[in-house]
C-alpha cells in the first residue's frame, strides 16, 4: 500500500508496533523527541525523520504512541503543532492510554482542524506489540473504519469498535479498572485460604470451576504453581507492571468523577495500586500485590 503514517513515540510499544507496519509494507516515517530512542528505530529499520513536523508532512495518518494526554494535546496544538502542520483531512489516530476527557479534546481539535481523529488503546504489552497480537479499542466514526481495520490489523489482532470518539479509551479503562479490582480480591481470597490451611491447588481448583472465576485467577494467577505461564512463577516479573496499572486506575478515578459515578473499589484499587507503585511494585508484575496483602497481614 502507498498509505503514509507518521508514527511519533517510539517507546516500548511504538517501537515494535512500527517495526510491524514496516513489514506489513507502509511507508512509515518514525520520530521520537528522545535521541536514543530515535537511533534504536533506525537501527531496526523503522525510517526516520529528525522532527515531528518533518514526519507529518505529506502523511496520511499520523499516529501517536505517548506516555500520556498531556504529551498528546501539547504535540496537537498552536501554530507549530502537528494539526496545523498536517495536510487537510489527516487521520490523527492515537494509541495511547490517556484519559477520557483528553481524547475527546483531541478529537474536537483535530476535527476543527479539519482532520479525522480517532482512539485505538491497546492491550497485550510489549510482547503483544512485538507478536502483532495487540487488541485495539477503537473509538471513531464508521465511516473510517475500514481504513482503521487494515491499518491496526497490521499490528493487532482483535480490533473491537466501541463507538465514537472517545469510545476506545471509555472501554479500555473500564476493563481494567475491574481488572485491578479483581486481582485484589484474588490477592485477598489467596491469602485467606492461606490463613485458614488451604493449599493453592485446592483454592485453584475450586476457584477456577466455580463462580470466583476470573481472568486474574485463571490466567494471571497471583501465587505460583496452578498456572505455570503466570508471574508467580518468575517473581512477578511483569507481564502488567504495577506502574501500568496505576496509571490506568487513575485514569478510571478521573473519569469516575468527571461521570459522578456513586463507585467505591474503583477509588479503592487506584489508592492500592498507587501505594504498590511508588514502592518496588512499579517494576513487579501488578499480581504481585498479593506480596503486600500477606506482610501486612498478622501472623
Ligand atoms: P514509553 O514511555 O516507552 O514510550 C513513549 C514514547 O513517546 C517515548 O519514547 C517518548 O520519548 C515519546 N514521546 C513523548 N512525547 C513525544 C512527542 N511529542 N513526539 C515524539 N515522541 C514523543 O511508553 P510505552 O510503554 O511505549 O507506552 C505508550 C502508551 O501505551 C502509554 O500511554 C501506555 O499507557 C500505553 N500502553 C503501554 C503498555 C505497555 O505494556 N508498555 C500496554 C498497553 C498500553
Known amino acids: 500500500t502507498t498509505t503514509r503514517i507518521a508514527f511519533l513515540g517510539l517507546g516500548h510499544m511504538g517501537e515494535p508496533m512500527a517495526e510491524n507496519l514496516v513489514k506489513a509494507g507502509y511507508d512509515v516515517i518514525g520520530f521520537d523527541v528522545v535521541p536514543t530512542a530515535l537511533e534504536a528505530a533506525r537501527a531496526a529499520g523503522i525510517p526516520c525523520a529528525d522532527s515531528a513536523l518533518e514526519a507529518v508532512a505529506g502523511a496520511d495518518v499520523v499516529l501517536t504512541m505517548f506516555p500520556s494526554g498531556r504529551h498528546l494535546l501539547e504535540a496537537y496544538r498552536g501554530s507549530t503543532g502537528l494539526l496545523a502542520a498536517a495536510a487537510s483531512d489527516t487521520m490523527f489516530l492515537d494509541c495511547s492510554t490517556i484519559d477520557v476527557a483528553q481524547a ?169 495500586y498507587r501505594d504498590f507503585a511508588a514502592g518496588e511494585g512499579a517494576g513487579r508484575d501488578f499480581s504481585g500485590i498479593i506480596t503486600e496483602i500477606r506482610n501486612r497481614s498478622a501472623g
Not at 497480537?133 to 473510517?144: H, S
Not at 470466583?212 to 485463571?218: L, M, N, P, R
Request: hydrophobic fraction near 45%; glycine fraction near 14%; charge should be negative.
Open 104 to 272: 475527546r479534546e483531541a478529537a474536537e481539535l483535530a476535527l476543527s482542524a479539519g482532520h479525522r481523529s480517532a482512539d485505538a488503546p491497546v492491550s497485550g504489552g510489549v510482547v503483544g506489540a512485538e507478536a502483532g497480537t495487540l487488541t485495539f479499542m477503537i473509538g471513531a466514526e464508521e465511516k473510517d473504519m475500514d481504513q482503521l481495520n487494515e491499518l491496526l490489523g497490521a499490528m493487532g489482532k482483535r480490533l473491537v469498535h466501541c463507538g465514537s470518539h472517545g469510545s476506545g479509551q471509555a472501554a479500555k479503562i473500564c476493563n481494567n479498572m475491574l481488572l485491578g479490582i479483581s486481582m485484589i480480591g484474588a490477592a485477598e481470597a489467596f491469602v485467606l485460604g492461606e490463613k485458614l490451611g488451604l493449599t493453592h491447588q485446592a483454592l485453584y481448583d475450586v476457584i477456577s470451576t466455580a463462580s470466583g472465576q476470573c481472568w486474574s485467577v485463571t490466567t494471571n494467577c497471583p501465587v505460583p504453581g496452578p498456572v505455570p505461564a503466570s508471574p508467580a512463577n518468575r517473581d512477578y516479573v511483569p507481564g502488567f507492571a504495577g506502574a501500568l496499572m496505576a496509571k490506568d486506575l487513575g485514569l478510571a478515578l478521573n473519569a469516575l468523577r468527571d461521570s459522578g459515578v456513586a463507585a467505591e473499589l474503583g477509588p479503592l484499587a487506584e489508592r492500592i
